[in-house]
């Protein structure tokens, strides 16, 4: 008991640590407000420690270095780098696509330096922000006019609002879809005022059903990509181009929601063919929705590509200000675009590209290239061994198409379960957090992703005791 009241009668006063080498650092780093409140945090954690039989005695310095380790902690930033090892190029949760260089470029010069954002510098009077790309949407997807907004769910809810608000949006019950989280195509639908008609049943529906559907109470036909799923099997559906020919005949406007949309075909990727913007706009569809950050490898933004007549409409449309892009991503719209006009070097120009188009061969040689510094790394409780596996696209885009890829298997060496979610906490615990996935008792990194062998290599060496204090 008394060796406990001496450590606490003991405890350094905020002055006398605030004195020593560490947390004059930490003063000189961080600021003196928050140099003194690390001091009194780390002063509390040490009574507290004292109090419960922990700790026998406080030093000043062991004070002030836990303040001073704890403020380097919280200065790290939440926004930086991951390896993404998970074989879904691009991730929702990691942030979709990872832009090109050029694209970072224009975002840089944007931030760093005015622009004329709304501004015609030919004649010197007011212009507008979709006028720094509309030509180039334009010319990419044969469209005669194109609009931009926030994101893809941001595109279809202001056509729906501008178009359809209090009439009928007619759907095939097929394509009522979910993407993740909260974009449920009905919520969407209520939310933009516009009334859900739905058409056939979920695995097949017929021109007839739209038919009977079209009246003087419809605002718009949708027809949606259904992105993360496909209904195989006694299937029917209208093909956009015969749909567009029956919504024409009544006088009404049909939407295509392509989703991921694509504005090259993918084909030569080895991926499945996919009807690209511009065949979408070709096939009659009014109007052509799609993401900036899917498929197309640019930052998040939703375009509105068609009639000149209805993007109007959708421009004057006051939530069109609350959906906007800021300056910074429209600079990066406008390079990646670019980058479109030269399809022949987009795979070594846009990161999206470029990692879908690598080989499983190409993969596979750099897997045995880096197991022997991974299985060095991970100690003698992991076995690391090269695999085959699959990579995907993500975000909805071709969910059916595997992405033949490779990369390396972490297995524990004495079958205990418990090790493996350990060490994929250890790896997500690293200075460049790494995250793979966990597959049939394994932890798989998939390799298509990694660029840098070297800093990953040079970060594995964090891993506490060399790998074997995770097992
Ligand atoms: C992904 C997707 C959306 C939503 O796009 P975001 O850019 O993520 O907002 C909407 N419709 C379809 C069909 C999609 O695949």
Known sequence: MTRQTDALRGLPSVDEVLKTPAARVASDRFGRPAAVAAVRTALDASRAAVRAGRLDAVGVDEVAIAALAGLNRDARPNVRAVFNLTGTVLHTNLGRAVLAEAAVDAAVTAMRQTIALEFDLASGRRGERDALVRGLLCELTGAEDATVVNNNAAAVFIVLNTLSKGRHAIVSRGELIEIGGAFRMPDVMARAGARLREVGTTNRTHAKDYVEALSEKTGLVLKVHTSNYRIKGFTAEVAARDLAA???????????????????????????????????????????????????????????????????????????????????????????????????????????????????????????????????????????????????????????????????????????????????????????????????????????????????VANLASLPGAGDAVA
């Open 246 to 456: 029956l919504s024409r005949a009544r006088g009404v406007p049909l939407v295509n929601d392509l989703g991921s949309g694509t504005l090259v075909d993918l084909a030569h990727l080895g991926l499945a063919r996919e009807r690209t913007v511009a065949e979408a706009v070709a096939d009659g569809a009014d109007l052509v929705t799609f993401s900036g950050d899917k498929l197309l490898g640019g930052p998040q933004a939703g375009f509105i590509v068609g009639r000149k007549e209805l993007v109007t409409k959708i421009n004057r449309n006051p939530m069109k200000r609350a959906l906007r892009v800021d300056k910074i991503r429209l600079a990066a719209i406008e390079a990646t675009l670019r980058l479109y006009r030269d399809p022949d070097r987009l795979a070594e120009r846009l990161p999206t590209m470029r990692l879908l188009a690598r080989s499983h061969a190409e993969i596979a040689a750099q897997a045995r290239r880096l197991q022997p510094a991974v299985a060095a790394a991970l100690g003698r409780a992991f076995a690391v061994t090269v695999v085959d596996c699959t990579s995907h696209v993500g975000s909805g885009a071709l969910p059916l198409e595997g992405v033949s890829s490779a990369g390396l298997a972490a297995r524990p060496a004495n079958a205990r379960k418990i090790s493996l979610a350990r060490l994929a906490a250890a790896l997500r615990n690293l200075p460049t957090p790494v995250v793979g996935r966990i597959d049939d008792g394994a932890l798989v990194l998939d390799l298509r992703c990694l660029d840098d062998e070297a800093s990953f």
